[in-house]
């Protein structure tokens, strides 16, 4: 997509009309809802009758990645990944994305490139249109900022407050990987810290670092529920680990709930390395985060389309509010769930 | 709107869900094609029949302000003014705002809370919605990315590359006074390093220090266009110079330009502090920014509509591409016109 990649090119040589010039020549447009995209003061597009979904997220070097060990492909790809996951989680279809990106002056335009291509894999993976943004300078580290916008028929729409008492409570995917596949960097960045020369021990860990390193939105997901004529009454994405967002789940919608620790969908991989590290892997799924699956409450009547569906596990039921939202363990004991989610400000 | 001026109140301590929660407190939402603002994975909106404009700017601190000098509040409300000022250049109007932050922990929730009172003051003004976003942690300065949403019947929509040859160079209220605005507020920072007890002096300046510090997207310029049914052919706005913005029209609409010095508006604060700091006033203008007027195109037919009003000014008009894009002095001399608009990578 991007050449010379030997080369160092000084982004002061560019200018930032230069470099959106040299982005937007990389940039093809898939949808025609799209009438304009990158090089006026704004994108215009056409919803074709739909609603309007638009979400946003921003991510900080040296706070939600360490480049260190992430490729700056892989951080555009997840990037944009993480923001369609919220698009999804709409049950609506992404067709645009904005990206805005500030960066300081140890980046050269190979590197911008590199980002740029993974920001445009994820966009041609996922038939989503990169249509503006803005590129700035910054005095210090690496910051992103993307704006999804994804269309779906009012009817289709499904937020986080409308789950009911009696409900099942659905998550898709595994949890915990993405947790995991972070310690496992964690620790070689430490070993490679004491002694430089070490090379780093990833093998076997394939699965839990293509989690952590370049998550994929549930796009089949929601096909899937577009396929079956399948709405969830309500749905979110989990992004700050599976407790924190049942958590938001039942306050939103007035509802308790009860999470049943045996059907919670674990990877082997995720098992083993949380084994290793001494760390409970329910603790993984619940507190750990960046799954990017989808989690959704359904009709008990639909339970005969989800129940043998390899894409996603039944793991509980709402329940009336005054009883609480609990984690039923193996051995049948109760627990309340806790949500111990990331705080990026501590 | 926000209470406790006089405490600090930590950031970790509330958390990113306590400080969305707060700041949703403060959100009254305007437009019933808002049909979901904060509180779930995306925002969801109307466009009713319109086509969908969006627009997006990321602010960085040390490189688009510097918090020395500029206040919180009025930061708040710039961010949101330079975001507007796209979507009227496109002759759409904007509906919706998404505002993402990253802030280091030198910041309390009073400062965040001014940050977005400012925020909040412009979308009152300029009655658009703030309906989503995201609030992270940084590891050094202030980042601040708005995304703006606005709407426009496809027939009204004017793009940077339909101006045609005999047209009409127009351009809303005054330029130049941003620049020297920032001028006085970089001196008086100089005197006040050197030494600390000096009280700035800031009177005589208050035209260009609201400029620069509190600029107004020209609503009342996209409205004058809707009331007297007028469509410009080609519309810009003016945020990196006069000379960038001209150019910028020429290029893409593969025509050539005459503008006329004489006729740039300026305001009588701009030439008196131009003259003093030894500037060239219609250098402010053409190479300055910040202005963030509205610079468009016109058919001669509409020339009676625009030659007495009071908002606008013709300052020149469009020629064929291969007469080249002049500068015409005061003396009648003609020169080349140059960009020399601001590059943040240099």
Known sequence: MFENKDNRTELSELGEFGL???IKESVIIQHKSTLKGIGDDAAVLDAENKKIVVSTDMLVEGVHFDLSYVPLRHLGY???SVNLSDIYAMNAEPKQI???IALSNRFSLEAVEELYSGILLACKNYNVDLVGGDTTSSTSGLVISITAIGYAEEKNIVYRNTAKENQLLVVSGDLGGAYMGLQVLEREKSVFMES???QPDLEGNDYILERQLKPEPRADVFRMFKDM???PTAMIDVSDGLASEILHLCTQS?????LYESKIPLDPQTVDRAMEFSIDPTVAALSGGEDYELLFALDLADYDKVKNNP???VIGHFTAQSNGCSLIAKDNSRHELKAQGWNSFK
């Open 98 to 100: 904005t990206v805005s």
């Open 311 to 313: 894409l996603v596990t």
């Open 254 to 258: 007035g509802v308790g709930v009860e």
């Open 20 to 22: 959106i010039n040299h």
């Open 196 to 198: 430089p020369k070490a």
């Open 78 to 80: 997840k990037a944009v």
């Open 229 to 231: 004529k399948l709405v």
